[in-house]
């Protein structure tokens, strides 16, 4: 049976576990060529569970960007679809002492080398004459969270740069959305005690975190042709915990 995404070259980066991993092996699901691109060394594993093509892939060096962009066209001719899902935590505190130099990390990984990632997939994707892009932004792009101000001003530049991206490319055939996760069942949550998780969950409407493949379900239709009329959007995915 053909799936939603049959035969798309599709990009997921930051692949190597939680949401990533989901988004990458939904996608090889669907029918997709999976490049399963992480730093960890764990691309390889999630690679040959969902029979993707693994690549080791650091967000932070500029060079491997460009490294990857070029392998892609050659390899590939391009990409049509690109789940951009890198992002870091930086310290919890407030704002008038936050930590300049996690400031620095966190805007930097989550922004800018999102933002380089995202033209690998634009300049890609305009060479094959359309694609779809699904960034992973956060319900803190949309809510913020005392203590976090790194992370969710990371966050809000992420839905802003999808918008921006979707306007500049409607007529290229290009669709730019992003996907909000509440919290969601990762090993990202691996840092945090118990009696906090439950405390986390207790405040969504549904009363339990979101599963990273809740995450990826929106991430393929936001991919697929079924969303064409979708583009420059923030699909908030948190058990109606931004509802009220
Ligand atoms: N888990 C949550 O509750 C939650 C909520 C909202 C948004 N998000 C967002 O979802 C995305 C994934 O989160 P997660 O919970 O799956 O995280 P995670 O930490 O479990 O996994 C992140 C993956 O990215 C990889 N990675 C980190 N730095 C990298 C780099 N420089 N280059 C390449 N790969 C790198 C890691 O090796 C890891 O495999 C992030 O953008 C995060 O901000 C997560």
Same mark, same amino acid.
């Given at each position: 049976m053909s799936g939603r995404l049959q035969d798309k070259i599709a990009l997921v980066t930051g692949?190597?576990?939680?949401i990533g991993e989901a988004i990458a092996t939904k996608f090889a699901a669907e029918g997709a060529r999976v490049i399963?691109? =992480?730093?960890?060394? %764990?691309q390889d594993d999630v690679a040959a569970t969902i029979g993707g093509i693994p690549y080791h892939l650091d967000v932070g060096d500029d060079a491997a960007i460009d490294a990857l962009e070029e392998h892609l066209r050659a390899e590939y001719g391009g990409i049509d679809v690109l789940a951009n899902n890198v992002g870091v935590n930086g310290a919890a505190a407030l704002c008038h002492e936050y930590p300049m130099e996690d400031f620095d990390r966190v805007l930097r990984i989550n922004v800018r080398q999102s933002f380089r990632v995202m033209q690998l997939g634009l300049r890609l994707m305009l060479e094959r004459g359309g694609g779809s892009i699904v960034n992973t932004a956060s319900i803190g792009g949309l809510l913020a969270t005392p203590t976090a101000v790194a992370y969710i001003t990371s966050k809000g530049a992420i839905v802003m740069m999808t918008k921006t991206a979707a306007l500049e490319y409607a007529q290229k055939n290009i669709r730019v959305n992003a996907i909000g996760p509440g919290? #969601? %069942? #990762?090993?990202? !949550? =691996?840092? !945090? =005690?118990a009696a906090l998780i439950d405390t986390l969950a207790a405040q969504v409407p549904q009363g339990r975190l979101g599963e990273p493949a809740e995450m990826a379900n929106v991430a393929a239709f936001l991919a697929s042709d079924e969303a064409s009329h979708v583009s420059g959007q923030l699909w908030v995915i948190d058990g109606a915990r931004s509802a009220g």
């Open positions: 692949a190597g576990q939680g399963v691109a =992480d730093v960890s060394g %764990r919290i #969601t %069942r #990762t090993p990202w !949550l =691996d840092k !945090l =005690d």
